[in-house]
């Protein structure tokens, strides 16, 4: 018989909390043995699209970077200072009730530079320390193994990803930490937003001088990545190996896209523009590079250099979970625009969709496509999805009587959760829902504190003033109901 009933709410362990990425909480970039990440070393962009691309001056800062004082134009050197706050902040995460909390460890707190063969001590305690107390709260973690986060070091040495020996740093990495964290850690996985490695350096760790035309660039962004595929698919047969039960998940930046009219050269348009973005979900979760990038790969001259048991590999370690960042979506149109809403979406056809409001940055808000994006994602897969960002930057102002009065934040957050709601009445299976960011922290985009996202206030503004104190939003209380309840008070 066909069953006739549908799940009418989120199931009881959902995991309810938030993310965080180590390179813009922790500050303490030089401290206790670390050395730069590439995520530090990047300058934001003001409109809020992810500045990609090392410019020569930010090369050589690097070069420099250790003892230099330019740090006041790398925030994210500093993040909000969680390195000494961690205890404080997941007192607060407690406080509202957190299930769950995803953090990224910095690769290059445990191989300062990404080629030592003994981890750095010091840096291995730091993470014992926060997954203790977590634990000590029942506050799940959830760890990104690298949230555009590669040594410095390694873009010096071997322009990061570009090269296959990224495959075996990587691993070294990912063995001593499921070994050092196996009693801590059930939830990981391997690349913050893995799709965003096409538009470069943030997150292939892999500078791109020399090359000039988007092929060129394009040739070894896919290449990067390929060598990320392989490396996520043997640190997920490590994980299964040293910590049985432990999940592995892929993660991806989902950018819901519709055609912008019915005309159907748009519709082509916004599949194809899809298809690029579900590529990345097709090797992760099914193992295989799908047909239809053969012919992308034709038509833009890139070759993917693969080793003999390269597809084995992807084939016989697929994911156990996709994770997603939802944060808009767009409209697709034949025509290529480049327009602000194409720069926020990265999709170079994207226009504005009238129906849809947007925030100050040309993100726009589009709630029916978290609902829209997780049936499509469980339709294809048909395997677990756990939404791991999901939130609205905001500047946010402090009231006269001395409190954040975040209505617009917890609006967006509600109308998110209906869908997503929705969707699980749908029947998608939904692990748990992480808002970026619980607590605020430096943007990834624009580099700066003013773009809010937290329940919690810092205060810390864009030049790095402020006292670092914490202090609840209005969201915040919100957001502790909605967990207390399951989601059912919204
Ligand atoms: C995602 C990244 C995060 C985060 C978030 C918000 O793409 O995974 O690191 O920062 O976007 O973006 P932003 O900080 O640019 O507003």
Redesign the pocket.
Known sequence: MYATDYPKTFPENFLWGGAT?AS?IEGAWNIDGKKLSGAECIKGAKK?NINSTLDDATLRSITEAVNSDSEKEYPKRHGNDFYHHYKEDIRLLADMGFKAFRISIAWSRIFPNGDELTPNEKGLEFYDRVFDEMRKYNIEPVVTLS?YEMPIGLTLKYNGWASRQAISDFTRYTETVFRRYKDKVKYWMTF??INTGTTGFHATGALEDGLKTENEKLQLRYQALHYQFVASSLATKQLHEIIPGAKMGCML?RMQTYPATCNPADVVMAQKVDRLNLFFTDVQVCGEYPEYMNRYFAEHNITIKMLANDQQILKKYPVDYLSL?Y?MSSATTAKEVNDLTAEATGNQHAVRNKYLKTTPWGWQIDPQGLRIALNTLWDRYRTPLFVV?NGM?SYDKISEDGKVHDDYRISYLRAHIEQMKEAVKDGVQLMGYLT?APIDLV????SQMS?RYGFVYVDLDDDGNGTLERMPKDSFYWYKKVIATNGENL
């Open positions: 990425a813009q809020g949230h913050n937003e930046a960042s944060y960002e930057g970026w943007s990834f985009s624009t773009k």
